[in-house]
């Protein structure tokens, strides 16, 4: 099992930043492609962005593009996301996710594990 624990959530206005911390413990990191995803109140959860295990790749949503930025580091265990000019419709609960498959191929039903969630809401 591996455990992902979710922090750095908050409320911001609209055009602020954020930065989302995923600490993960249980099983080694560096095998797993990491990711996050979001799901806003009546939606389904939707893929963010997700990098691979040596972060040589980065894959990210058209609608985040430009503006979210994910990184990692194996030495201490976490995945992060940086959100700048955070826009209402980002507003969500974001997950952090570990996938044992290929980062670019990340999508829910591949995730083996996890986080709890961090609530963002951004106001206009």
């Known amino acids: 099992q591996m455990q992902l624990v979710e922090s750095g959530g908050g409320l911001v206005q609209a055009g602020g930043s954020l930065r989302l911390s995923c600490a993960a413990s249980?099983?080694?990191?560096?095998?797993?492609?990491m990711g996050w995803f979001r799901q806003a109140p009546g939606k389904e959860r939707e893929f963010v962005a997700a990098?691979?295990?040596?972060?040589?790749?980065?894959y990210y949503a058209d609608s985040v593009k430009g503006r979210f930025t994910i990184s990692r580091d194996n030495a201490k265990n976490t995945v992060y996301l940086q959100m700048n000019s955070l826009k209402p419709e980002d507003t969500a609960a974001y997950y952090c996710?570990?996938?044992?498959?290929?980062?670019?191929?990340?999508?829910?039903?591949?995730?083996?594990?996890w986080g709890q969630g961090t609530q963002v809401t951004v106001s206009s």
């Open positions: 990098i691979s295990w040596n972060s040589g790749s980065t």
């Open positions: 249980g099983r080694t990191f560096s095998y797993y492609a």
């Open positions: 996710a570990a996938d044992g498959t290929a980062a670019q191929r990340m999508r829910v039903a591949s995730v083996d594990y």
